[in-house]
């Protein structure tokens, strides 16, 4: 079911190796609207990696960042926000980033997810002896909170990146 109404943002949310980067770009040059991402921001802020926030100074610290970009990215307008995959995990994240903004979950299935993960970049939370079951063990807590979170759900499976804009964009009816 979709609830966009009107927003000046969209916002994307959606686990690890989803797609909310590369879409996320693509669909800011698509309706000319800035692209954010949460964690760039974050690494702004802290002048370190994400990999470096969390081996120094742990997740929570990562988190208490991550909630204040969002408070700050949430307030601007005409912006595609892409999220990091944890933002659903502290609600005041999601009435925040909803004040403003159109939220659109890219779903994937579990495989699918975790062989473009691996691919793409480095993940603290799979730096452990068994990634696989890790990265499913996570996705299992999260599930519900991104469903819940979604005013759209995008099924991105069998999909390439434009036609996940193209879908986008049919939703938002601009
Ligand atoms: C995380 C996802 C990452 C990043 C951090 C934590 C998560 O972002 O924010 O490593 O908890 O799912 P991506 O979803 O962009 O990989």
């Given amino acids: 079911m979709t609830k966009v109404n009107n927003k000046p943002n969209i916002v994307l949310i959606g686990y ?13 040059d698509e309706v000319g609207y800035k692209f954010i ?48 995959g944890g933002v659903v995990l ?11 903004g159109s939220i659109f979950y890219l779903r994937a299935g579990i495989d699918t997810l975790f062989n473009r993960a691996k691919r793409v970049g480095v993940r603290p ?26 005013d759209t759900i995008i099924e991105v499976n069998d999909y390439n990146e434009d036609e996940v804009v193209a879908r986008i964009i049919k939703r938002l009816g601009v």
Avoid at 43 to 51: P, V, Y
Avoid at 61 to 76: G, L, N, W
Avoid at 90 to 100: D, G, M, Q
């Fill in 90 to 100: 502290n609600p005041e994240n999601i009435k925040a980033l909803k004040r403003k």
């Fill in 16 to 28: 690890m190796g989803s797609g909310k980067s590369s879409v996320g770009k693509r669909l800011a």
């Fill in 125 to 150: 939370l799979l730096m452990v002896d068994n990634p696989e079951k890790e990265f499913k063990k996570i996705f299992s807590q999260r599930k519900k909170a991104y469903i819940d979170a979604a």
């Fill in 37 to 84: 991402d949460t964690d760039s921001l974050v690494e702004i802020k802290k002048k370190k990696s994400i990999r470096d926030i969390f081996e120094s100074e742990g997740e929570q610290a990562f988190r208490q960042v991550e909630a204040q970009v969002v408070t700050e990215v949430s307030q601007k307008e005409k912006v595609v926000i892409s999220c990091g």
